[in-house]
């Protein structure tokens, strides 16, 4: 197998926008090709949730092959719910790494406001159990049972969600690309309206419109691929072994940590999927930072904050960069490339930095992905 | 890159169904493990082009990963509009050939009929230009406007026609997985009601449900997968630069080829995407069979006849077998498979095979795979 290496990144700024998904992506591909100093790739992997249901659009792989000027090359699509930015660096690492082809441009969006806030809802719940949905069971309801299970086990205080939403804002302060680019302090987030108890809206990330876009490469660059991984779930809840944890992040860490051939102790710098602050919390577990339950006690020690030993969601995460859910997963990667290369502005981790990894969260965690990027230049 | 081979398949019966995707989905899988004899594998891909939209289903890899017992196997959806179950082989066969995989469970299925035909097609003719549908074109529609182009450029009779859907019909008589069981004589074909002139009912495939699954493999079987090539093209008909032939499928058997080595001239039989009567007419010309313009010849002189020198769709094909949208391109390769075998019961063709062919048609002709298999045991 070849490696795979990252060759250029784009991305559009997330929130509401009155551009299409194909002039996002329009966006955010030449950007990428731009940086990446290629005028043409041998295939192209797009990603988006669900536009079928959001705006009614279809066939949306040969739609935007189209729109880039770039038939007749291959496309397919790849979804995989709110992990589908991952999923499609996945194929398109498999793709690159079988010796087939040199250049793979891989792009993901989602375009969600178009129907307001209850359709949204609506649409997303349907990655969910039925079974659980006709108990009421939507994504912020299933995402408050999950934290209150956690909460409960671990001991974990209001003040380690609320230090979550804060120190997220507070770095997407300094991310031109984000939805949200205003701070919010622990009495505007512990007096927000109450979602889904004990989950309030500074717990949870927005709807937003976004695109991001990449071009991987079997060429040598500074930016290798060292390790992916990807495990799945029973999407009823009930089937869990454990709520407080995700099954499918710790098979898909282990993977990619084999791969990369190192311990979650190497790692330097992390985007973890915060669709709700819980789940920073459980993700830094699940994937190896912190010991079970214990990581609201490092993260309120300031241990992720974007000056401490292990930045986490330097970008804002999904909470404050906003969550265009298809596009989300290959956004957590793009911002480890800009942090790795040096390349983020005012929010840039001062410190070396040699290992980046991510971790996405696909529906209620039923499929979830891990991916490991190394500096080597 | 390693070799790729199939290790087994499995299919449910095409047609209307009270079965469930997942339950259909779930038979086919169930029949592949057991004919490639494995318990387990490395992961699945799943293709369906809309369950969103038939079935308002969401999430569907993660959905059928559990439901089939596979957590925590890692899994993707891959969808190009109508040829998906053929690029979900394509994603497939990557993943193999990287070396990073074993066995991979590949299935793909579409449940059509549960809104009825009006909205089938509405949810199908989402696949087509926007500025073209607002003029009225629907599949049937623009498949009309090409089949006119055609046969004027052709000289194509309507005979010619009709002998395909004759034909399919017949070969489909003795396949016991195909929607329609049932011969149609000339007179029958050519009374049935137009649907878009010059085509009529029995010029075009009909809704169906089923579906359609394989593992494939890095272990030697009998069966290798010798060529796969896709290509794209504009999805506005008015940009393209011929309506009498797909270059979408011209780019795809131009690869194809290459990776086999072989010429047209070496395929032994063939199944072609045969959604309306004239798209097997030109699929045999693009992918080199016939000259451009003489496939209405060669096909009225008995050449793709099950027991012709070419016997092209011995399944029934789209038209016959039936076309759950999301499967049929997997349904293809499938009856590929049971020929090369000597597996296909009464329809089995009784000349030696060595290569077989499979041709598919993503939208309006946007996003074509053809692949080709060798029989090396």
Known sequence: ???????????????????????????????????????????????????????????????????????????????????????????????????????ILVLAGEKMTTLGTAAATRILSEVLSPQERRQGGTMPALAALVCRAYMHASGCPREALTYVAVKNHRNAVKNPYAHFQFPVDAARVETSKVIADPLRLYDCSPMSDGAAAMVMT???????????????????????????????????????????????SKIDIAEIHDAFTPFELIGCEDVGFFDPGTSWKEILKGETALDGPLPVNPSGGLKARGHPVGASGLAQIIEIVWQLRGHAGARQVGKPLRYGLTQSVGGMATSNIVTILEKTG
């Open 1 to 103: 197998m070849r490696n795979v290496y990252i060759r250029g990144v784009g991305m559009t700024k997330f929130g509401p926008t009155q551009s299409r998904l194909e002039e996002m992506m329009y966006e955010a591909a030449v950007q990428a090709m731009s940086d990446a100093a290629v005028e043409d790739v041998d295939a192209v992997v797009v990603g988006a949730m669900s536009p079928e249901s959001f705006t009614g659009e279809s066939n949306i792989s040969a739609f935007i092959t189209d729109y880039l000027g770039l038939v007749p090359k291959p496309t397919i699509r790849i979804e995989t719910a709110s992990s589908t930015g991952a999923a499609i660096f996945d194929g398109a690492f498999f793709a690159l790494a079988s010796g087939f082809f040199r250049n």
């Open 218 to 264: 079997t060429d040598k660059t500074p930016i290798r691929v060292a390790g992916i991984g990807h495990g799945t779930d029973y999407v009823s809840l009930a089937q869990r072994e454990s709520l407080t944890s995700f099954s499918s992040t710790r098979v898909a860490a282990q993977k990619a940590f084999k791969l990369a051939e190192i311990k979650p």
